[in-house]
């Protein structure tokens, strides 16, 4: 049977009202996270007050090889 380990990179949304992301950064991250063999599998925004995106959480997979 497979097995998968997780791992969830937590993505800092800055501004005053939240919400800005340095796009190139994040890019890097995911690439950076790719090249381990981490598979993204999804992507969602935590909120903070008034609905302003305060982190984009996004989860990772990837196979264990026993």
């Known amino acids: 049977m497979e097995q998968f380990e997780y ?3 937590f993505t800092d949304a800055k501004g005053m009202l ?3 992301v340095d796009q190139n950064a994040f ?7 790719g090249q381990q063999g981490w598979e993204l599998v999804n992507t969602v925004p935590a909120a903070q007050s008034y609905g ?3 982190w984009i959480i996004s989860i990772f997979k ?3 090889v026993s």
């Open 18 to 20: 939240g919400g800005k």
């Open 7 to 9: 791992k969830t990179l």
């Open 27 to 33: 890019q890097r991250e995911l690439n950076e996270l």
């Open 62 to 64: 990837r196979k264990v």
């Open 52 to 54: 302003s995106t305060r």
